[in-house]
């Protein structure tokens, strides 16, 4: 492992090695991102398995299209890109993208200081694994990829309109269910404390 | 845009969040990639040599098909070949007009038809077996179209015949013997392939013998003269088919044609069988249209 990362010192060399097929290039962009594109995977799909499953198809197809990588952005935002087009292939050929418009518009966020919320990276994969698929992956692909709303519309064969109120959707039960995880953690912190003494 | 708060909560916590997959992923990784390279890499890229066997596959299947186009040209250049021994093919038939006399004249055509057919055992017995039994029920369904084929490109050649005079048979007055004789000289001729014909008598060589001794006999009684002619034919034929097979002559002419060639002086192309500048001025003809 040592040795294979003395190999590849840049990125670019990383690349050029990629394209030229070397399997121990592969072996090492494997070794490197495959922890963190994983994690890209399972905040689409709450199923790890599944999640692995798409992540292999996404690295097959950086190791296809690493020719159209042309050195232009990061090389590690260019592979999000390709897992989170893989996730969404997923849940549309597994028709899990289910979009509920007809649920009551959610009512509107109480300010809420997340400065305070001491929830783990963990804590917060639970939670958004817990959202319907619809809200789950708009905020994702808002929130934390930077997707606009027409882009949304476009990928998911969607409104604007109602990619904004899923965000909305999202935001609100998000919020709602960090406070509850807050709340569990403070009790059973206190709980805890008290048990000690 | 200032983000909101949620989202940039969430954005910060989770950007680097890892979650280590399975150790066989990558084994999984590595065995879908091979099995898709193996379906995407098609079998030229198996190697050079499936690619030269392609290349050859279609240089071959080129080579028949133009031979194929080359047939009429290369049948009249038999036709005027076969003259110098007509009778070599009129021993099998001769043979089976003489031994089923109770059959009809189209059962005599039918079974000349079979001959520039493909020289197969099947085939060899098959017309062994007619020859033997008279019976014409069992196989009368089979050869329907073959006869009429048979009837239809003898006729023709016979015709062809009666305009060249060059032939003694044309002014003896047609018997019921003497007609699928006719036939049976121009059939083969009409029908072309000249190989078939000598792989076809080997077998019945002395069967073919003794039916042409027979067909002497019977023919002695009405003509002298058309039996020596056809006593030199059969001889002739008893020679060429001993001494030189069809194939051999062939070669031989082509081979001198192409010494002649070589040698600077005047070239036969029918010797050779086709000529190259009818064939160019047909491509060339082909290219215009």
Known sequence: ?197 | MKKHPTDKFFAEKLKEVEIKPRPEAWDKLQMRMQTKQRRIGGWWQQGPWLAAAGVSLVLVAGWVIWSLNQSPDLTVAHKETNKSMPPQKQTIPLGESNKIPSSTDTDAIAALAEIPKEPTDKEVEKRNIRSSVPQKDARQSEPTILESLALQSSQEVAVNENKTPERENVNIAPTKVEQPQLIAQNSPTSNQPVTKTVVLQLPELKQSLVASAQVESNVEKQSADNVEKQKSDNEDFGENLLNKPRKSTRMTKVWQQLKNAKNGEKVDWEEVGFNPNKVLAKATGKNEN
């Open chain 1, 1 to 197: 492992m040592v040795k294979i990362l003395q190999l590849f010192t840049s990125e670019a060399q990383l690349v050029k090695s990629l394209q030229k097929g070397d399997t121990k290039a592969q072996r090492h962009l494997y070794e490197k991102y495959s922890a963190r594109l994983l994690a890209v995977c399972v905040r689409y799909i709450n199923d790890k398995m599944e999640a692995e499953d798409v992540m292999i198809e996404g690295f097959m197809r950086i190791f296809e299209k690493i020719d159209q990588f042309k050195g232009e952005g990061s090389f590690e935002g260019w592979m999000r890109r390709l897992m989170t087009n893989e996730a969404l292939m997923y849940l549309r050929t597994k028709r899990h993208i289910e979009i509920d418009i007809d649920a009551p518009e959610a009512q509107q966020l109480s300010n809420y200081d997340w400065a305070d919320a001491n929830l783990e990276a963990d804590d917060l994969m639970a939670i958004i694994g817990k959202l319907p698929t619809g809200y789950r992956t708009v905020f994702n692909l808002y929130a934390i990829e930077g997707f606009s709303h027409a882009e949304i519309a476009e990928q998911l064969g969607i409104t604007e309109s109602t990619s904004k109120s899923q965000l909305h959707r999202a935001r609100a039960l998000l919020q709602e269910m960090v406070k509850e995880a807050e709340n569990l953690s403070r009790t059973t912190t206190e709980v805890v404390n008290r048990l000690k003494k």
